[in-house]
């Protein structure tokens, strides 16, 4: 890719930023949007509806920058919890090293790289000059000014650590006082058990109770034995839908309420849609009550078993109950909420046969989406598309089509045949048989970012030839040459994926098109946005995670090959940062929280960019005749991967369990708080599958006794 076309694939992400930050600030101000920009504040009540016509709203202001940037992270975790804390962290942990790689890849390495003259001599033409003569690659063979290439991997490494270091640590410290400061919470005092043996003459909850009596009888309080309740949450949703049809039949004029019976709604007698939905939403209740009636024996093994202080449920959570390994098997308990109840009913082996067939899935879409690599890796070379559009030569040789083309229509296709595999990601990990929303993002979120790793960035940088792929495994010893030579030729490419992928979906994470375009289309045909169906969304870390993550990975990568992405990379975090921050202020809310389980996948990802970056410096420096710089960056991947044993040892036990110290603490804390009572009556029914929770839609009422029940 040549610099023109990479100055018009950021003038195009520019100018789309410009215009999304100017509609943003306009239609934020309009009435009519308040459920698209500001959900979270409008479902708390916080915001109101003005009808009066303002001048103001009609011009842009930058009004809302300098409200997210007074934030402080105090308000943000009372706001949004510690997830979104946490998530806030990683930007600021990407400035912070961004800075420093842009002080020293800008002003040291890139001013060495261009002034080498391995690639050509020619600085007449600056426009039409290749990219790669801002790499490494315009260095010449032997050239001692790789040696200050060596020193700034060295201490790019020793900042990078020290970082990750204090972030780690600063989180930890922040896990346990968010811990200490939280109220009793149903989830510590709770434990899951699945794989109860199944009982010859009594029940799950018998055998539960009779299990716990006895070998926990001082810490034991109670249980809930989950039941099969898919068919009553099958009818909850037909039920649901007819509500919100009625609701929206009743605000039409009484000639839309009419319909024929019969064929295709042309044929037979007109009835009144209201009536006839109104008796099929009794009908519905009808049937709810007698799927409850035969609940009694839809019990499952599993059971959620509360405890009356949280180290007797540590305690339980961590010693096994039985002798058989796979029965009684227990794990932390999620919060009520964040329960996800269609796979208790699955057995141990269930469960298995569908992880397998989930990897097999995973690998199958891996290989399928290497087929958009090779059409965005054509488009990036026009000779290769007039060899296969020969066609198309008169238009490909417009030199603002060929900037086009290779600078800014690869990133955006590849950016659009991904944004398909996050909901796949999200499928498969709900298959898997997690029992909470929480497990199942933290699942997509591991699946989704190496997937992307492997696919945009491997599959990119090897998209030569499959054998290159296949060699990587068969012939590891050559694994250091051949990324040495195949990473720094896609330095161009994955400049443009920083500013196409990175600026444009930061700009329209802010815009919100999709619901802007929603509630629009349901004002327009419905008469208006109804209240009904209003949901404050929660923001999909599984998404925004991987992807925040794999562009750390490329600036790591391409610091010292390309530093040239650097400032990009730079614009991007500072942007995030702001819009993030607006965005947990005014639109997200908490679906649930993990108090802080998605930094422990950041700073695996951070470890792994580290490595591959001293993997490519040590076949780097063998390609260009340097031997002993790259023996001497050996150790390099050994410091780091022993200092990661060291983290993970020092500060992982702490994201998987709360320690006994804090626990302890916590429980004589509550031991002289006088609402613990009324907490643990509550606890006794915090576990009730929400199928079962009495839910009323039909406005009749018949003398029956039970209601509609609604998930």
């Not at 009435?31 to 959900?39: A, D, E, L, M, T």
């Not at 939905?277 to 059971?303: C, H």
């Not at 390609?623 to 150790?635: E, G």
């Not at 992982?652 to 006994?660: G, N, S, W």
Request: glycine share 6%.
């Amino acid at each position: 890719m040549i610099l023109s076309a990479l100055l018009t694939s950021v003038g195009i992400n520019l100018g789309l930023c410009f215009l999304f930050f100017a509609l943003y600030s306009i239609l934020r101000k309009q009435p009519g949007n308040i459920k698209v920009y500001s959900p979270r504040l409008f479902g708390e009540s916080k915001t109101q509806q003005q009808d009066e016509f303002n001048l103001e709203r009609l011009l842009p202001s930058p009004g809302w920058v300098k409200r997210a940037w007074q934030l402080s992270e105090d308000e943000l975790l009372s706001i949004t919890g510690l997830d979104a804390v946490v998530f806030m962290r990683v930007f600021i942990f990407c400035l912070r090293v961004f800075t420093v790689a842009c002080i020293i890849g800008v002003f040291v390495l890139l001013p060495i790289n261009f002034l080498g003259n391995q690639l050509t001599d020619d600085f007449s033409d600056l426009p039409s000059k290749s990219l790669d003569s801002f790499s490494i690659s315009n260095v010449n063979d032997g050239s001692n000014r790789l040696w200050i290439h060596f020193c700034a991997a060295y201490v790019f490494t020793g900042v990078v650590c020290y970082l990750l270091y204090c972030e780690y640590n600063y989180i930890s410290l922040k896990r346990i006082a968010y811990f200490y400061s939280s109220k009793p919470q149903p989830h510590q005092f709770t434990i899951l058990v699945r794989g109860i043996p199944a009982p010859s003459a009594s029940s799950f909850s018998q055998i539960v109770e009779n299990l716990f009596t006895e070998y926990h009888p001082s810490t034991y309080l109670s249980h809930t034995v989950v039941r099969r309740t898919s068919k009553i949450q099958s009818l909850m949703n037909d039920a649901g839908k007819l509500y919100r049809t009625l609701g929206h039949l009743k605000l039409k004029n009484s000639r839309q309420r009419y319909k024929r019976d019969g064929f295709l709604g042309l044929f037979g007698r007109k009835v009144d849609l209201v009536d006839h939905y109104e008796k099929k939403l009794e009908d519905i209740e009808d049937n709810v009550r007698l799927e409850q009636s035969s609940l009694a024996g839809e019990e499952v093994p599993a059971a959620f078993v509360s405890f009356n202080s949280r180290f007797g449920a540590a305690i339980a959570l961590h010693i096994q109950q039985g002798i058989n390994p796979t029965e009684w098997v227990t794990e932390r308990a999620p919060e009520p909420k964040d329960v996800y109840w269609p796979f208790f009913s699955t057995s141990f082996i269930k469960r298995w046969i569908f992880k397998i067939a989930v990897v097999v899935a995973y690998i199958a879409l891996t290989i399928l989406f290497l087929i958009p690599v090779v059409v965005v890796q054509g488009l990036t070379h026009l000779d290769q598309l007039e060899t296969w559009f020969p066609f198309l030569r008169a238009v490909l040789s417009l030199t603002f089509v060929g900037d086009l083309i290779t600078g800014y229509l690869p990133s955006l296709i590849l950016q659009l045949f991904l944004s398909v595999v996050r909901p796949i990601m999200i499928l498969f990990s709900s298959m898997e048989g997690y029992i909470s929303h929480s497990q199942i993002e933290q699942s997509a979120c591991t699946k989704l970012l190496w997937f992307t790793i492997w696919n945009i960035f491997f599959a990119n940088v090897l998209s030569g030839s499959a054998l290159s792929m296949v060699n990587i495994f068969l012939d590891p010893k050559k694994i250091p040459g051949l990324l040495g030579a195949a990473v720094p030729a896609q330095a161009s490419f994955f400049i443009a994926y920083v500013v196409t992928s990175g600026w444009t979906s930061l700009s329209s994470e802010l815009f919100r098109l999709i619901p802007l375009l929603c509630s629009f289309l349901k004002r327009l045909f419905a008469g208006k946005d109804d209240d009904d169906d209003f949901e404050i969304p929660s923001i999909p870390y599984h998404s925004e995670i991987p992807r925040v993550l794999f562009f750390e990975l490329l600036g790591v990568t391409y610091f010292f090959l390309a530093p040239l992405i650097l400032p990009f990379l730079l614009v991007y975090y500072c942007l995030g940062y702001i819009i993030y921050r607006n965005q947990f202020l005014n639109v997200y809310a908490p679906k649930f929280e993990t108090g802080g389980k998605f930094w422990p996948i950041v700073h695996n990802s951070t470890i792994f960019s580290l490595v591959l970056m001293h993997v490519i410096a040590i076949g780097i420096f063998g390609l260009k005749k340097l031997p002993l710089a790259s023996s001497l960056t050996i150790p390099l991947p050994v410091l780091t991967l022993i200092f990661n044993e060291y983290c993970r040892k020092r500060f992982l036990p702490i994201f998987k369990a709360d320690p006994t110290e804090c626990l302890i603490k916590k429980d004589r804390g509550d031991q002289n708080d006088p609402s613990m009572a009324e907490f643990f009556e509550k606890l006794a029914t915090a576990y009730q599958d929400p199928a079962l929770m009495p839910v009323q839609y039909s406005g009749s009422d018949d003398g029956r006794s039970s209601p509609l029940l609604r998930g």
